[in-house]
């Protein structure tokens, strides 16, 4: 069997280099330079409730499947009170005032943007819903 | 090493083999360990909502001619529905307004109507018909007929087609053709306002029905308006209609309106 031979091999191996390069720059160049993931200010209602309608870690990952749910269950099938599974009762609501999400999580820029801006994900729940007044 | 087909094709069959056992025993593992661990709590209706077979109203046109209490009612409702005023009579949005008797019941005037008529203004609004046609045109159901009667609107998933204003012969839908935030006075914190881009219309106050209470406009009308349950004999409505002629617009059409006017 005939050994095997590189053609051109000193182009090949510069291509091969510079193509490595190209695609890992993004890596290399941002080393180290990664943004902390922020950090949630609660506000001192929410502190002193201790609870969410759900566990802390649900809702992290799947508040936005709550409020789909949520809209779904208020607009369509008219329930509004919602029975957390230690057996609070919750109006389902979004932004209607005291009794609603924002009754408790009364900032919008502590809580809402701090992890939107960071995933850079934009809801557009505010198009509609009416914003917390922010207590500035 | 020497490659042969025969040893290819053995090594390509064995990794198939194994990986397919892989994802079944994935598989199977994960529905076996399988319990209902969901952290999502029950929805129900509120005990203090009103509820309703067929929610109808009443108008009772003199009396409102009497009392003279139309633009409390487009004003209340108006206002705690952010809906905008728009300065541009073509980008109008209204829930709730006025217009003469032979707009409202057009093909029934005739030149001998009593004057009182023909001058009044009559209060209209969405008929929450027994057959929507709104609905019917919706291709994204954002339109929809809840169980107890009233045709209400989903906002979220309004695209803006706009075919339910098309369908609807009452004209009792707008379009938001601007973003509507800027033309709103005084927001209600309480009720979310539209976006550009997206039909809207009355919706028989369903968020107050929800607390309990009568649809704004019929509480502000000094009893000009009845609001109730036509599924209900006893009801109020129900007693009125039994004992008062009304009529109802177009109802020839066959969309079966729910808002009756005593003439």
């Known amino acids: 069997m005939q050994k095997n031979k590189m053609y051109d091999k000193e182009k090949v191996l510069a291509g091969l280099t510079i193509f490595v390069i190209i695609v890992t720059f993004p890596f290399w160049y941002n080393m180290g330079k990664a943004a902390p993931a922020p950090e949630i200010k609660l506000s001192d209602k929410a502190k002193a409730a201790k609870v969410c309608v759900a566990p802390k870690s649900f809702m992290t990952a799947e508040h936005m499947q709550i409020l789909d749910v949520w809209r779904e269950s208020v607009v369509r099938n008219k329930k509004r009170l919602y029975s957390s599974l230690d057996g609070k009762n919750y109006n389902m609501s979004l932004s209607t005032g005291e009794d609603s999400c924002i009754g408790c999580h009364v900032s919008k820029a502590d809580f809402c943007d701090r992890c939107h801006t960071y995933a850079s994900v934009r809801p557009y729940c505010w198009d509609c819903h009416i914003e917390p007044k922010e207590n500035k | ?263």
């Open chain 2, 1 to 263: 090493m020497k490659n042969s087909r025969r040893s290819f094709l053995k090594i390509s069959g064995l990794s198939a083999l194994s990986l397919s056992s892989l994802s079944i025993g994935n598989v199977l593992a994960s529905s076996a360990g399988v319990t209902n661990t969901s952290p999502i709590g029950d929805a129900s209706v509120k005990p203090e909502a009103l509820q309703a077979k067929k929610w109808a109203m009443v108008v009772d046109v003199k009396k409102l001619a009497e009392n003279k209490r139309y633009e409390a009612c487009i004003e209340i409702c108006h206002k705690i529905h952010n809906v905008p005023n728009m300065p541009n009579k073509r980008h109008e949005v209204k829930w709730i307004w006025e217009d003469e008797f032979k707009h409202v019941f057009p093909g029934q005037e005739h030149e001998h109507i009593p004057d009182e008529f023909k001058e009044i203004p009559f209060l209209v609004l969405c008929n929450h018909c027994e057959n929507p046609s709104c609905v019917q045109a919706c291709p994204t159901k954002a339109t929809f007929k809840r169980d107890d009667g009233i045709v209400l609107m989903d906002f979220h998933r309004c695209i803006g087609c706009r075919f339910c204003m098309a369908a609807c012969p009452y004209g009792s839908r707008s379009f938001n053709f601007f973003d509507p935030r800027p033309f709103i006075e005084e927001v209600n914190p309480e009720f979310p306002t539209r976006m550009k881009g997206v039909v809207e219309k009355c919706n028989f106050c369903a968020e107050r029905l929800a607390k309990g209470q009568q649809p704004a406009c019929v509480e502000v009308s000094e009893g000009a308006l009845i609001f109730g349950d036509l599924g209900d004999h006893e009801s109020e409505v129900s007693q009125i209609l039994k004992k008062r002629f009304a009529i109802r617009r177009k109802p020839n059409l066959g969309s079966g309106p729910q808002i009756y006017y005593l003439v």
